[in-house]
Structures are given as C-alpha cells and as structure tokens.
C-alpha cells in the first residue's frame, strides 16, 4: 500500500493546509510525475548524454579511454589490465580492469577506479562516507555459483587487441580492443554483444572542487561558454538539488556509462519493473516510442501511469536480447540509480545482402565500480538457466503461497475477519490467506495489536487454522519515533537505524508520522529484527501467521522522491546512493530470516510478500507490481509486467486483483479474478476508501463465476506448484511469453497478451477489454490446441483463431502433446486438498503422444531438499500412459527421507485419467489394462469413450486406476501399435 491521497509533499505544513488539502483532495488522482526526476533532472543522466551526443558527433575514436597493452596479464581465467582515461588536462586516471570468463559460462567485467580503491581522495563537507566506489552490490545480489573463473581456450595477445576463447569447442569468444577500449563477444564468430561500440564509455574520476563563482540553476549559456570538457559540463556536478531537496554529493561526480549493442538483435526484454510493454521500446522519441530511458530508482511511484518507463518499486538490470538464432544477455549489476537507453537501427548491408537491425542500448548509473555480466545462450531458457546460476532461482514457496489470498486495507477488526472467513465457506469460495494491512496495529507501532479493533488475535488466527488458513500482516522498516515505544527505543539504543549525512539517526516521515529506519546492511540490525519475532516475543502471533513487508524501496514521504536522501548513510559508511536499489531486498530478506528461525526446529519455508526488489530478490519470497487502479488499462499491463517479472527471474509475481485504488465495475473484477487465477502471485487488495468487494459480495452471475475461476487456480494446483519447482531449479519463468515458448517464431516476438502456464502446455488469454465477448488467440505451432473445458479443436501455425469468451469463460487452451495434473475435488482451502487423488489431463499430440511431469512434496517444510519429495515424467507412448521416477536421489541418508516421504504419500493416489484427442478404435473399449508397483496383476480400470462431437475431439475417461502418484506404473490402452491422431 502506498500512500493515500491523505498524503501531502511536506509534512512540516501539514497542520496549515490539512484544509486546503483535503479541498484538493480528488485532484491528486494521477501520478504525481513532477515528484520524480526526467534523465535531464538527474545531473548524471544529463552530463552521460551530453557526453553521448558529444561522442557521436566526434566519431568513437574521441572515445578519452585506453587499455594500456603493458598491463595486459591472463592468469587463472582472468585477463586483467589497466584502462587510462586521459583527461581535457592531459591527466591519466586509471581504472583497473578484470575480465572473468566464469565456469557458468558468462563474463564478466569489472572496472574500478585506483585513486578511489586507495582511498586516496578527500570528501567534501567533511563528510564520513566510504571512499571507496560502492563494491558490495555483488555480495547482495550473486549467489557465489557460477562464478569461478573457468579454463580458457585461446589467449591472443595482439598490437591491437586481445582475443579469448573459451566454453565447449571454443565457441564463444571475447575480443578486447585497447584504443579505445572495447569488447566485442561472439559465438562461432557471429558478433553478439559489443561494449562500448559507440565509444559512450564513461567513468567519471574524483576531482576536488575548484571553486568557481556560484552559477544560477537553468542559465544554460554560461556553461556552453566554457572550454568543451567532454562530458564534464559540472554544472550539476557538486550540490544537486530537486523538488526541495538539496544532495550534498561528498564525492561529488562519479557516475559510470557504457553503451551496449546488440548486432542482429531487434527484440530486448528484461528491465523488471516498469509499466512498459514486455518487448522493450525505444527511448528516443518518435511515433510509439518512450522520450525517456528506463529508470531505476526504487520509489513509491503513486498511481503510476502505464506504458511508462518511469521507475517503479524493484529494479533488476537484466536485459535479454533475443533473435530467432540466439538469445543473449546483460546484467548490470550496480545499486545505485541507472538509466538505460535504447536505440533500433537497421544496419544496411555494403554486399547488398539485406540489412539486419541492431539494438543499440546505453546504460549510467550514478555511482559505484562498473560490474557488467555478459551471457551468450541459444535460447530464452538456456539464458535463464544462466542468470538464475549467478543470481539464485525461485524460492519454492509453500503450497498456500501460491493459493489464493484475500487482502483489503483493512479488515477492521478480528470479528470483521472471522465474518469474511466463514462467508467464504459459506459460498463455498476456496481461499487460503487473509490479510491485514497496517490498521490492526496500535497507532502503527508494528509489532503491537490495537487492543479495541483486534483483541484476540490468536483466537481470529485459530479459527483460520481450523480450514488450513493463514493470516499476513504487514510490517514496514519504518519505526515509529514515539517515546515509550520499545521497539524504537531498541533501535535507537542499539544503534541499528539508518543514519543521516552528520551521522547522526536519520528521521522522516511515514505511515507513523515521525520515523526511523531499519538499516538491514547491518548484520546486528537483522539479528535484531529475528529476535523481534520469536514467538515468546511476538505478542498475538502464532505459526499460521506471516508477513508482508511494503514501502521499502523506501519510502519517505517528506524524502527527495518519496525516499531517503541520497547522502543518508548505512552500516559500513556506504552512502544511501551507493545501495538505494538494493535496500529493500535485505529489509525482505532479514524479515525472511526471522521467519525462519522464530522457533527451533520449526523447519517451514516462510512467506514474505515485499514491494521493493533487487536482482536476487527472487530466492526470497513474492512480489506484487504495487498500487495500481481498478481500470482496464491497469489489468491487461498487469500481463506484460508479470511476464517481465519472470524474463528478469522472479517470476513469484502478481498484481493487485481488482485494482488497488477505485472501485471496479463488477464485470472488471469478474475479468480480473479470471486473469488473477493465472498470476503467479494470486492476491485481491483493495485502498481503505473502496468499497468492499469480497467475491461474495458482487451476487449473481459475478459471484459464480469468480468462484469458479478461484476453483479452477485450485484444481491447477500442482501442475503450478510444478512449474515452481521448475522455476526454483532451472530459473524458467512460471508463466511464459510467445517468445519464450516459441523462440524461432519471430511474429510472436512481441506479443505479451497471451501466455503458457509452466511446461503444461496450457495457453491462456485473458479478457482485459470491456465488454469483449471473444478473444483472438495467436497460434504459433502445427500442433492442435483445444479447448479446456469443450475439447473443441483449433488449428492454424501461424494464425490467428477466435475463441469465444462470454463472461462466464476464460479463453484457456490445451496444447497437445502434453500431460498435466489437477486436483479435482472442491475444498475450502490448498492445505485441506494435500492427500486429495490427483486428475491426469493427457492431450495426446499429432503424432500420437504426450509428456508432463509432476512435482510433489509436503507443501510446507524444507524436507524436500533431503529427498522427501516426488518428481515423476508421465509419458503417453505405444498405445498407454506410463509414470516413471525423475528424482535426484543423493545421499544414502536422503534416500531414507525419500522412502519415509513416499510412505506417507502411499494412500495419494490417481482417481481420474482423461484423454483427450484419442483414436475411434477405442470407442468399443470399456477396460484397460494396469500394471505397476503395489498393483496386483490382472488389474484393469474401467474406460468410457466419448465421441469426437462437431469440431470437437474424441475423448476419453480412465476412472479409479487407482495407482499410487509415487509409483512407477503403465496403463495400456492396448489399441495395438502407436495411437494416431485423428486430426
Ligand atoms: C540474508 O540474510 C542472511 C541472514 O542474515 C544473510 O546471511 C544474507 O547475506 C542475506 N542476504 C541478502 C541477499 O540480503
Ligand atoms: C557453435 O558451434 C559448435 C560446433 O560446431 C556447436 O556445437 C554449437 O552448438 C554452436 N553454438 C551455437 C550457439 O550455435
């Protein structure tokens, strides 16, 4: 939750115009763009695009940086040296660099400033920052796999440049060139990413200050007039003010750049988060394209304006880029504020051999060492493999996460909450978590329960339990400075807050009013903070409850841009711009540590939901894409924010069903929930002046038809726990773009409104038009899709087909050749389904077969990294549909989990297999054969064959085969030979 329209710029007039402001009030419902900074407000985005713009008018080999030959060394898969940028003065700054071509496969580059590792500069102000450039982002972000340094083929050392090769049969390769400094990466010899090509390279040194008189903001002429020091205008060099607020910047200028292209690429993706299309646009204005770069700068952006490249609430500087033959990445691992330019050009071809594009990108950031990643892969998903073995994958959250959860601003009281729990059951609606937004608290003091509203809150969170549900509440990192409040009085005692530039605790406003921060860089701080929730400690706080963690980017109400200021001071002396983006990642993940170690033994994988988030973010928890609206327009970006999400490699991702501000017509909610039940993270949230919208509420039809979209997300249950798993073990996104699925199919490059669920095959297009009563769904394949529910049949590789959508219908279809799994039997919640008989949906392919598989474990526990789970591959083939074992299986002591585990799953069985697509020669069969562990031969299960209907396909029911979901078995159709389709 961001701040309400209560909210008002500066807090210290606050009793003056409360007034006026609430006069006001309605006007304030857009995004108050004017509270965020265009690139030419960010001094540094400024002076990197004047030096830019510079550069290309000069040509590359004005380009001020030079490898110096000499200082080329190669040892133990390093090649480092050292770069000198002569200055408009004649002077040589020297930037180390090392090139690391790590055993994942990727490189990395990395440029630091010598002067600056030396400490050998003075702040001014006489401030207390680290001297050094900020050098931790990697220890934050990287997970430490991956990243050793990798044998290397060859190592050329030219008069004009170095070439490396390394990885299977040599086939990538790393050209470093020394005037000016450059590299250029390819595989078998076909250019893919090339650093610095343009020669927008720059690494602004430290200079002390040279007085000069003072100039006025915005007289332009005065710093045309001085002598051109390319890129150096310092105007905006020193002091840096904006919206009030004035950065004392110590170190003054220090921002790095370095422009990136991609030859033969006209896709990129990545850039999580912004409200921008998933196929990146172009930043330099003209018909449909952005007029600004992307920005990341974690804020709480109010009522954020789509289609957008504004910054939003996380950043993840990874972008792919992907054409029909290859599919390579950049991550960009710095925390403080970047802007990333993008520019399309068509590359003519001198043989007249037809031109290709190239993506042309740029990317600055305000301060730190330059720590750039390069990944060179085949495919989308060899690429996330990639990124996930630098950065960590997916947590694999407990069955509950990815269930449905109930959330408003607020539940107002215990009473209030137990009412909405049993009218869920009452209108036999499956939920699994209710949420509380801050108001349960005592006048905001986390930590604390408002003793009128909430006065037993473990009687409220018993009767939850009693249907295997959850309560989330909310905690922020802001701390209320009240006297008397003894979680304050903790921080401030132990010295654990964040600090301001004079050192001393840093206060501002928030949802409290007067506050201070968490600094969780501070590993005392985060030992703290888990102490805060041991259950002796945590006062009306039992197991089923867990936490949601909001306004941590952070947010600041009276802060320049909704945040701290820049020159706020963390644990180690690092400046807040150093580590801005990174700071809501370690709030989320020092609550996810608390979580885990609130009572010995307890051993289940917690559930911390954050706004903000970093590179890496993904190994903790779930995010949400923040306060959006109940309009149209805010559901279907929700799509291409949430595919993004999973491209960047936190795919744990949702967005607020129903829209956070306003109140949504009822056929938008019913449209969202149909679309929610197909979001990662499934969560309906709604601000504290909308009016109550429980799916309950809305009556006949809407009321049915959002439970059945809600029963629908529970039936699919654990083929997406599945595509979890997946996503925790090989980094690929949960729900999947055209693209993704269908790498070669460039016409399906930029489509983000249509999507794949997993491996399942299930293709889904939500209705996100008013009024729209069908949808046209792009079909990329030969393969036949059909219908979820009616089996109708579509066909079409290449084409467009028109699926019919009344309201009560979410156009969902089934790709064939696959074999996914449900759980048909309606409950109240995920927890009470877990020794539910399972459903195999089996849609036979063109050529007759169909493959899936099924992860299971305890839903719970961290015992599935010891064995305790089940991972089985069905396969159709030869005329019968066969599960085998596709486990790991490790120690001999993981191997007893295992059994102990598949012990207790013995009585789980499968209760119904449906065929869909199957041959006419089955129609006389009434039993089929079934075979297998723990089954006694001679077994048969009855078979009922259903007819091929107009346009739709024959199918057929296998009831009760009742083999065990952890046993190897094969039930045989016995049709002699291989099934054909009859399409
Ligand atoms: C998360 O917290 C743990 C425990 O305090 C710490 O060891 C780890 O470095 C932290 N990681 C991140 C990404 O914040
Ligand atoms: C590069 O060539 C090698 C050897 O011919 C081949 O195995 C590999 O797949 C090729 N790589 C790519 C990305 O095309």
Known sequence: MARSSRRQPSWLSLSLSILLLAVFMPAVMAVKKHDFKTCEQSGFCKRNHALADDIASKGRDASPY????????????????????????????????????????????????????????????????????????????????????????????????????????????????????????????????????????????WRPKIEKPVKEEGKEEETKDEPAVTGEDESTSWDESFGGNTDSKPKGPESIGMDITFPGFSYVYGLAEHASPLSLKETHGGEGNFDQPYRFYNADVFEYELDSP??????????????????????????????????????????????????????????????????LAPT???????????????????????AYHQCRWNYVSDEDVKDVDRKFDKHNIPYDVIWLDLEYTDDKQYFTWDADTFPDPIGMEKQLDEHGRKLVIIIDPHIKNKAGYPIVEELKSKDLAVKNKGLNIYEGWCWPGSSH??????????????????????????????????????????????????????????????????????????????LISRAKGENVRPFVLTRAFFAGSQRIGAMWTGDNQASWGHLAASIPMILTQGVAGFPFAGADVGGFFGNPSKELQTRWYQAGAFYPFFRAHAHIDTRRREPYLLGAPYTEIMAQALR????????????????????????????????????????????????????????????????????????????????KTYRGAGKHITVAAPLEKIPLLMQGGHVFARKDR?????????????????????????????????????????????????????????????????????????SAYLKTMESVTVEKIIIVNVPKSLESKTEVKVAGDGVKSGTTANLSYH?????????????????????????????????????
């Open 712 to 791: 629908l997300r529970y039936s699919l249950l654990p083929s997406w726990y599945t595509a979890f798993r997946e996503a925790a073990t090989d980094g690929t996104p949960i729900v999947r773009a055209q693209y993704y699925v269908h790498p070669h199919d460039e016409y399906g490059f930029a489509l983000d409104d249509q999507f794949y669920i997993g491996s399942t095959g299930l293709l889904v297009k939500p209705v996100t038009t008013e009024g729209d009563e069908s949808v046209n769904i792009y079909l990329a394949d030969d393969e036949t899709y059909y219908d979820y529910n009616s089996f």
């Open 66 to 205: 030079r490898l110096d030959p000499n200082t080329i060394r190669m040892k133990n898969g390093q090649v480092e040296g050292t770069i000198l940028k002569t200055t408009s003065d004649s002077e040589r700054i020297k930037l180390p660099l090392i090139v690391t071509f790590l055993d994942s496969g990727s490189a990395r580059i990395q440029i630091d400033e010598e002067k600056r590792q030396r400490g050998d500069i003075e702040l001014r102000h006489s401030s207390k920052a680290r001297k050094e450039r900020y050098n931790e982002a990697g220890s934050w972000a990287l997970t430490g796999a991956g990243l050793q340094p990798q044998k290397l083929g060859k190592f050329d050392k030219g008069d004009e440049s170095t070439t490396v090769t390394w990885g299977p049969s040599n086939q990538f390769s790393a050209t470093i060139t020394y005037a000016p400094f450059g590299v250029e990466f390819a595989v078998n010899n076909t250019k893919q990413v090339v650093l610095n090509e343009r020669g927008f390279m720059n690494f602004e040194h």
């Open 947 to 983: 007819a091929a209907g107009e346009g739709n396909a024959a199918w057929a029911v296998i009831r009760n085969p009742a083999v065990m979901i952890g046993a190897d078995w094969r039930i045989d159709l016995e049709v002699g030979g291989d099934v054909k389709s009859e399409l």
């Open 517 to 594: 921060w968490i600094d969780c860089f501070n590993p005392a701080a985060r030992e703290w903070w888990k102490s805060l929730f041991l259950y002796n400690k945590m006062k009306g706080v039992q197991s089923n409850v867990w936490i949601w963690n909001d306004m941590n980017e952070p947010s600041v109400f009276n802060g320049p841009e909704v945040s701290m200021p820049r020159d706020n001071i963390h644990y180690g002396n690092w400046e807040h711009r150093d580590v801005h983006n990174i700071n809501g990642m370690t709030f989320h993940n020092a609550t996810h540590h608390a």
């Open 310 to 375: 504004m910054t939003l609430y996380g950043s993840i500087p990874f972008m792919q880029a992907h054409n029909k033959g290859s599919t390579v990445g950049v991550f960009w691992l710095n925390a403080a504020e970047t802007w990333v330019d993008i520019v399309k050009t068509k590359q003519d071809s001198t043989l007249g051999l037809g031109g290709h594009m190239d993506t042309q990108t740029h990317w600055v950031s305000e301060a730190g060492v330059m720590d750039i990643f390069v990944m």
């Open 380 to 402: 989308p998903k060899a690429l996330s493999k990639k990124y996930g073995e630098l950065t960590g994958y997916t947590a694999m959250p407990q069955m509950f996460g990815i």
């Open 826 to 898: 309606p409950r109240r919640s995920s927890g009470l389904m877990k020794w539910d008989p399972y459903t195999l949906v089996v849609v036979l392919g063109r050529d007759g077969e169909a493959e899936g598989e099924l992860y299971v474990d305890d839903g719970e526990t961290y015992e599935f990294e010891h064995g305790a789970y089940i991972h089985r591959r069905f396969k159709f083939e030869k005329g019968g549909l066969a599960s085998q074992d596709i486990s790991a299986s490790w120690t001999p002591k993981d191997n007893k989990k295992k």
